[in-house]
């Protein structure tokens, strides 16, 4: 059974910085996933991509009001997926849920919507308070 466990959320400052985790069980990295994905969701708005990643690490999507601010990253060795999120503003809070695509796609292709992906976790809440 592929269970994916985010941890890392807090209260931080604006300005300030967080690593958001994303361990996956059930399911080797390296051999099965397809794609990695951090998505967000803030009360009373829908859920959005915030950062994907290719199977292969080699392309990454990153949503706009995310760029340059916050970086996607995988350790396939530990089966873990990894968000660091700096230069934090208000605006970024909302529940973080990693998710993971087994389906067959390119290993170049970084998921960028919901439906693509398979696996999801059950959140993490990063709250930077205005």
């Known amino acids: 059974q592929v269970q994916l466990v985010e941890s890392g959320g807090g209260l931080v400052q604006a300005g300030g910085s967080l690593r958001l985790s994303c361990v996956a069980s059930?399911?080797?990295?390296?051999?099965?996933?397809?794609?990695w994905g951090w998505f967000r969701q803030a009360p009373g708005k829908e859920r959005e991509l915030v950062a994907a990643?290719?199977?292969?690490?080699?392309?990454?999507y990153y949503g706009d009001s995310v760029k340059g601010r916050f970086t996607i990253s995988r350790d396939n060795a530990k089966n873990t997926l990894y968000l660091q999120m700096n230069s934090l503003k208000p605006e970024d809070t909302a529940v973080y849920y990693c998710?993971?695509?087994?389906?067959?796609?390119?290993?170049?292709?970084?998921?960028?919507?919901?439906?693509?992906?398979?696996?999801w976790g059950q959140g993490t809440q990063v709250t930077v308070p205005s």
């Open positions: 990643i290719s199977r292969n690490g080699g392309s990454t």
């Open positions: 998710a993971s695509r087994t389906r067959y796609s390119s290993t170049y292709y970084a998921p960028t919507s919901s439906p693509e992906y398979d696996y």
């Open positions: 059930g399911l080797k990295f390296s051999t099965y996933a397809m794609g």
